[in-house]
């Protein structure tokens, strides 16, 4: 029997044992190897992913693997490892992830040795080389240099996301990639010019207020405001051929099934030199999105289920993690080896750092 149908038939097993037992997986914790608690916070959050999750666990990865020898496919592989491990192992133990600490070094050298690292970018890293190592394209089109300008937005949209897919499309990029609009509008002469881009996150300032709360809305409100663009920052507008004044504006053309929004509370040097402890309140549960979408649109609610958490000040901090259980829907803090379980009503705090949440299924709206 080969070792890849040996492993899935083995935690096959598990899961089934796990059912019937009622014993609640997934509350292995993560050995700290040396200021790696950015990383396993990360990995824990990904691990509660439950259609990620399962990608591993079901060994459905092992079909995507790009086995040509120019590609590389170990980030991919001693990732599923992990997660199958943490999903097999008893709930008070704990899981070296020295050897997938190798790999991610590999792939990206900026996490090599021990320092603390950003929490957002190793995300971004990971994301990046698992989705390069089972991509569906094996061979990319050329680039097309056709203008789609003369395109209605939606058609636009669809053109852009077509032309993406084309060159990146994966089970990770099924997940967690939307469509960002940019659009762009000349005050000399109204023109409108607008951009489709996609996205693995978005990144939100945090509004300063001298009073009162700042909700999660509030942060969306500010991302998507409309910022005018004026002196050095001038455009050019294509129909005047001149640098105008022009206003900015954001909005989401197509929702992904997993959204991560960052919140902005480090200052964006890259030695950080501040941090903002302002409290976020967030939604739990119906989170709505639909006012933030840059067309109408009825599917936009979103359940959160996971948070990567930054304690401490910009010179020295530790990462935590707050997951939710896709089996158990209980939620539990992960802080490196150790599992707990907590309320709900903790989920919150002026930690949170990265959270990330699930598109709710239209049928369990009704």
């Known amino acids: 029997m080969p070792g890849s149908l040996l492993v899935s038939t083995f935690v096959g097993l598990v899961l089934n044992k796990t059912k019937s037992s009622k014993a609640v997986q997934g509350l292995t914790g993560l050995r700290n190897l040396g200021n790696t608690c950015f990383m396993n916070s990360i990995l824990q959050c990904l691990s509660n992913t439950k259609e990620l999750r399962d990608y591993c666990l079901q060994n459905q990865y092992l079909r995507d693997l790009n086995n040509n020898s120019r590609m590389r496919t170990a980030l991919m592989t001693e990732f599923a490892k992990l997660i199958q491990l943490l999903w097999t192992s008893s709930p008070n133990d704990s899981v070296s992830p020295s050897e997938f600490k190798t790999q991610i070094q590999r792939y990206a050298p900026r996490f090599v040795g021990y320092n603390q690292q950003d929490a957002q970018e190793f995300l971004r890293f990971l994301l990046d080389g698992l989705h390069s190592e089972v991509n569906r394209v094996l061979v990319r089109p050329r680039a097309s240099t056709d203008t789609l300008d003369h395109l209605p937005d939606d058609e636009k949209s669809r053109q852009m996301w077509r032309r993406y897919q084309e060159r990146e499309d994966s089970r990770i990029g099924d997940l967690f990639v939307g469509q960002l609009k940019s659009s762009l509008t000349c005050s000399e002469c109204g023109y409108c010019s607008t ?172």
């Open 195 to 366: 951009a489709f881009d996609p996205f693995w996150d978005l990144s939100l300032p945090i509004p300063k207020k001298g009073y009162g709360e700042v909700t999660l809305m509030d942060c969306l409100r500010l991302f998507t405001k409309e910022d005018v663009l004026d002196g050095d920052e001038k455009p050019t507008c294509c129909r005047c051929k001149a640098r105008t004044r022009c206003t900015k504006k954001f909005s989401i053309q197509k929702f992904p099934k997993i959204l991560v929004l960052h919140l902005k509370r480090f200052s964006e040097a890259r030695i950080r030199t501040s941090k903002l402890t302002t409290f976020v309140n967030f939604q739990l549960k119906d989170l709505d999105l639909r006012e933030f979408a840059s067309q109408s649109c009825n599917h936009a609610i979103y359940n959160l289920y996971a948070v990567s958490n930054h304690s401490g000040t910009t010179m020295g901090g530790h990462y935590t993690a707050y997951c939710k259980s896709p089996i158990s829907n209980e939620w539990h803090s992960f802080n490196d080896s150790r599992v707990t379980p907590m309320s709900s009503s903790h989920v919150r705090s002026s930690d949170a750092y990265l959270l990330f949440y699930e598109l709710a299924s239209p049928s369990s709206r009704m």
